[in-house]
């Protein structure tokens, strides 16, 4: 069997919605497009974007003889959303229901790479999880795992944006993959569903505007005239997702570390009266913990009318 055949279906053993591979080489279209996203200062809080300019565009500068970049991407879409149609609780994005997908991932992809060096020798490289200078949507769209959406988000049609994406750099030649098309058309409905007008143009993410960001990323106060909006959003957000036609084909995932933990059956007093203690218990396994106990409080004061009022 080839690499790649194995590669593909180890990756589908895994887990993974699909595996598939570009060339290890300068993103040379992508080089203006992120200098002038810096330039605008649409990066917003985060500071750490600026640095590494040259490995975020060139893979074989993190992985000295690479080849191959091999995407992949990981379904998360659960079977049930948590939420209230009054919006009486607060919303966590679909990604963080479960264990920290940084683990879960990562721990697979080191499984994937194991099973290619045990299969076809010494094989170098490194695994990626939205963890290092990577341009994850970028190569991602260079494999043909789908295309990048008007929202800025990476696109399967027969499985809309819910789902995670890796990276293994690898000093192995692989055959690439085709391209896949753009297949979203004249439909602006990310756009125009954004409440804080963070898609300033298809594919530009100004993120001093978007909720993900705020909630998330941002240290210190949210900014006065996003803090309606932003509710009743506390951990990232997915209205841009939601709204997606492609998101009517998304499927439940069959990951039972995605599942969501005891948080989901909390009602208003148990939100309210959360304390240091519960939450380094309860989410000390989740993404949520990056936003810490005080940005969580934060957050759960945003809007004209505070979650925290509004649970009294």
């Known amino acids: ?16 919605l699909s595996c598939r591979v570009s060339k290890a080489e300068f993103l040379k279209d992508e080089a203006p497009r ?27 500068k993190l992985v000295p003889g690479a080849r191959s970049v091999i995407s992949l991407a990981y379904n998360y879409y659960p079977e049930k959303e948590i939420t209230k149609a009054d919006n009486s609780l607060p919303k966590i994005a679909k990604y963080a229901y479960g264990e920290d997908y940084h683990v879960v991932i990562k721990e697979k992809l080191f499984e994937l790479l194991d099973s290619l060096r045990t299969s076809f020798g010494n094989v170098e490289g490194r695994c990626f999880v939205d963890s290092a200078p990577v341009m994850e949507r970028s190569w991602a769209e260079k494999s043909g795992i789908g295309w ?35 297949h ?25 505007r978007c909720i993900s960001h705020m909630t998330i990323e941002l240290h210190g106060s949210l900014p006065s005239d996003f803090k309606e ?24 995932h069959d990951e039972d570390r995605f599942n969501p933990g005891v948080w989901k059956d909390w009602n208003e007093n ?6 240091e203690e519960t939450f380094g218990r ?9 936003t810490g106990f005080e940005g969580l409080k934060r957050n759960l004061s945003s809007g004209e009318v505070s979650f925290m009022d509004r649970l009294k």
Request: hydrophobic share 35%; aromatic share 12%.
């Open 282 to 290: 309860v989410f000390k396994n989740s993404a949520i913990k990056r």
């Open 1 to 16: 069997m080839n690499a790649k055949k194995f590669l593909q279906q180890e990756a589908n053993r895994l887990g993974f």
């Open 229 to 252: 909006s932003i509710s009743p959003w506390v951990f990232g957000c997915d209205i841009c997702q939601d709204v997606c036609p492609w998101n009517r084909h998304s499927k439940p």
């Open 184 to 208: 979203c058309g004249s439909c602006t409905k990310c756009i125009d569903a954004c409440p804080t007008g963070a898609i300033v143009q298809p594919e530009v993410i100004d993120s001093n």
């Open 270 to 275: 148990d939100w309210r009266e959360i304390t």
């Open 34 to 60: 992120l200098e002038e996203w810096l330039k605008y200062g649409y990066h917003g809080s985060m500071a750490y974007m600026e640095n590494h300019f040259d490995k975020r565009l060139d893979p074989r």
């Open 148 to 182: 990048i959406g008007k929202n800025s988000l990476l696109l399967r049609k027969y499985e809309g944006s819910f789902f995670f994406l890796a990276e293994l750099i690898i000093d192995m030649d692989m055959p690439e993959d085709e391209l896949e098309n753009d």
